[in-house]
């Protein structure tokens, strides 16, 4: 979904569908931004599973009642999908306990850090042109 690819509430279009054009102009030429993508989608993944004891029973408040049920509901449905079960090896991609680990030399973590935010800079970049 990219800023200039409205959504069918704005009359464009009936349904969501894919733009490949748009796909291949923003990855196709620049496979390492997809593989940036990837890395960010495994980390967020790999927290809202760490969290999901926390975030099943959390109660959302946004300032509208019905709002806040609607978030409730969709998070739980989200962690009782087939989605968080079936991704349980791919969370095992990245474990973030290695930039924290005692011991290391000091280079080995800030050379880790500074790959992890480098990855995360270049994430921020192909998603300026996202919109939600």
């Known amino acids: 979904i990219s800023?200039?690819?409205?959504?069918?509430?704005?009359?464009?279009?009936?349904?969501?569908?894919?733009?490949?054009?748009?796909?291949m102009q923003q990855?196709?030429?620049?496979?390492?931004?997809?593989?940036?993508?990837?890395?960010a989608f495994v980390v967020l993944l790999r927290a809202f599973a760490k969290a999901s004891p926390y975030l099943y029973n959390?109660?959302?408040?946004?300032?509208d009642a019905g709002e806040d049920e609607k978030v409730a509901k969709l998070v739980q449905r989200l962690l009782d999908s087939d989605v968080m079960g079936s991704c349980a090896s791919v969370?095992?991609?990245?474990?973030?306990?290695l930039m924290f680990k005692e011991?290391?030399?000091?280079?080995?973590?800030?050379?880790?850090?500074?790959?992890?935010?480098?990855v995360f800079h270049n994430i921020s970049q192909v998603m300026d042109c996202i919109s939600c």
């Not at 990855?27 to 890395?39: A, I, Y």
């Not at 969370?91 to 306990?97: G, L, N, P, S, Y």
């Open 58 to 63: 959390y109660p959302f408040h946004a300032g």
């Open 103 to 118: 011991g290391d030399e000091p280079s080995t973590l800030t050379t880790l850090k500074s790959q992890f935010k480098g």
């Open 91 to 97: 969370f095992e991609a990245f474990d973030e306990t």
């Open 27 to 39: 990855f196709g030429t620049q496979p390492e931004r997809l593989k940036n993508l990837h890395f």
């Open 3 to 23: 800023l200039n690819y409205f959504p069918p509430s704005k009359g464009k279009r009936e349904k969501w569908e894919p733009n490949l054009e748009r796909f």
